[in-house]
Every structure is written in structure tokens, then in C-alpha cells.
């Protein structure tokens, strides 16, 4: 399995940046998948989740603001984020699920099996 995450970068507050994610090594429609960031100092925390039949799930801090969309042909994940904060200021993972068919809950990245190496997002005010 292997997970590569793109499209991160430094951006003005109320701007907008598209993360991707590009998977391989294993079947990508049957896993749920998810974004997740850190920042320094923090937890890692739960961004967006989306199933296998792309029901999604989002964060309250990012709802409005953000859209999690996958590519099954294309193997993709991707983060479209827009208005961005200096708070949504880290380092953006994205993680397959542990387990194929199983729906994700709660943003709970105990649940992921595997990460990609991440990629920074800054956003200044």
C-alpha cells in the first residue's frame, strides 16, 4: 500500500488549495478514506472521512469550507479547501482504512491502516 499526498503549499488566509492523494498497492473503491492534519504541537485530528459510497463526514471546524471527493478510476483522494484559516495551518495525511467495507466513524484515526507521508499546507493571515 502506498499513499502520496500532493498539492500542499503556503496560501493567504480566505484562500484555497486542492490536496491529492494518490493511492496504489490494493483495491481503492472497496476502502474508506480519509484526511487527517496535524499541527505542531497537537493531535493529530480527523479532517474529512469519505466511504466507499461516498457518504462523507466532515470536522465542524471545516464544514462550509472544505469538500472531500474521491476518484475510484483515477485511485485519488482529494481535498478541495477553500476560505482557509491560519488555523488550518499543518501537515494533511491521507489514511486508508484499516479494514475493506467498513464505513468510517466518527474521524477516529485510530481506525486508519495506513498513512501517506503528508504534505504542509501554512496559511497566513
Known amino acids: 500500500v502506498h499513499l502520496v499526498e500532493s498539492g500542499g503549499g503556503s496560501v493567504q488566509a480566505g484562500g484555497s488549495l486542492r490536496l491529492s492523494c494518490a493511492a496504489s498497492?490494493?483495491?481503492?473503491?472497496?476502502?474508506?478514506m480519509g484526511w487527517f492534519r496535524q499541527a505542531p504541537g497537537k493531535a493529530r485530528e480527523g479532517v474529512a472521512t469519505?466511504?466507499?459510497?461516498?457518504?462523507?463526514y466532515y470536522a465542524d471546524s471545516v464544514k462550509g469550507r472544505f469538500t472531500i471527493s474521491r476518484d475510484n478510476p483515477k485511485n485519488t483522494l482529494y481535498l478541495q479547501m477553500n476560505s482557509l484559516k491560519p488555523e488550518d495551518t499543518a501537515m494533511y495525511f491521507c489514511?486508508?482504512?484499516?479494514?475493506?467495507?467498513?464505513?468510517?466513524?466518527?474521524?477516529?484515526?485510530?481506525?486508519?491502516?495506513?498513512w501517506g507521508q503528508g504534505t504542509q499546507v501554512t496559511v497566513s493571515s
Open positions: 469519505i466511504d466507499t459510497d461516498g457518504r462523507t
Open positions: 498497492g490494493y483495491t481503492y473503491s472497496i476502502y474508506s
Open positions: 489514511a486508508r482504512h484499516g479494514s475493506y467495507g467498513f464505513r468510517w466513524r466518527s474521524l477516529q484515526f485510530g481506525e486508519a491502516g495506513y
